[in-house]
């Protein structure tokens, strides 16, 4: 299913997570790289003024829904989408990697947050490798040279899967960029996934998001950079519900 203004739209192709985990499975089999990226509205509005980040959508192989309006969209446009934040994805498609033997690495955040997320991975995940980590500094381009340096190295670490934790638009441009330079690793864009694994963030109660209430909860922690967002996030959604009306036509 697409969402977004003509001109800017992307795609959702991945539908349910069984389906994701299959097609993960396959790439890491047969060693070929891949990207995922978890569309939100947050993207979404980001998505028609940004035409680097839209590019770099667009560079995906995989895209799933991530966030209950636009799984709410989905089954108003009758084509229903699973809800698969990135946060949820990361101990499943670990689990995927442990079986196969296939190693990770982990980019973003802070030294300490990814030291503590890899420390809860091999807990949680028997037989997990994790064999690379990199804290980009402030201010990062996901397209400069130190982007490349990076990407050189996390080659020729042998990690199969990526999460990157950059926020966007950086970790989807990023990632799109890691498609070129390390063609046979996978990259996952996760956000604060690795975050809240190393309790350096705490993630809003397992009841609030069963209710669709984890951006209250995200707002509250903290509103100045969060209310704005999910303001620009509410202005938008009536003119999605509309496309996906007329889309069921």
């Known amino acids: 299913m697409k969402f977004g203004k003509t001109g800017h739209e992307v795609e959702v192709n991945i539908a349910t997570r069984a389906a994701l985990f299959q097609t993960v499975r396959d790439h890491l089999t ?11 509205l947050d993207h979404l509005t980001k998505l028609p003024v ?46 995927i990697c442990a079986e196969l033997d296939a190693p990770i690495a982990l980019i973003g955040s802070s030294d300490a947050a ?6 809860a991975l091999i807990e949680r995940t028997p037989g997990l490798r994790v064999l690379f980590l990199h804290a980009p500094p402030y201010g990062f381009d996901p397209q400069g040279a130190a982007a490349d340096d990076i ?23 990023f990632a799109a960029r890691g498609r070129e330079k390390a063609p046979n690793v996978g990259f996952a864009s996760i956000g604060a996934g690795l975050d809240f694994l190393s309790g350096h963030q705490v993630r809003a109660p397992k009841i609030m998001r069963m209710f669709a209430l984890e951006w209250l909860w995200r707002a509250l922690q903290s ?20 496309d996906a009306a007329r889309s069921r036509r």
Request: proline letters at 8%.
């Open 151 to 173: 990407l050189t190295d996390l080659t020729h670490s042998g990690a199969a899967l990526c999460f990157i934790a950059l926020g966007a638009p950086k970790q989807e441009i």
């Open 114 to 119: 990814l030291e503590g997320a890899a420390a």
């Open 50 to 95: 940004d035409g680097e980040f839209l590019e770099a959508y667009r560079a995906h192989d995989l895209i799933v829904a991530d966030g209950r309006p636009v799984v709410w969209l989905s089954q108003l446009a009758r084509h229903p989408l699973e809800l698969m934040p990135g946060s949820d994805l990361i101990l499943p498609l670990c689990a």
């Open 30 to 40: 047969r060693q070929t790289g891949f990207a995922l990226a978890t569309l939100n």
């Open 223 to 242: 509103p100045r950079r969060m209310i704005p967002r999910y303001a620009r996030c509410f202005a938008i959604l009536p003119g999605l519900a509309l």
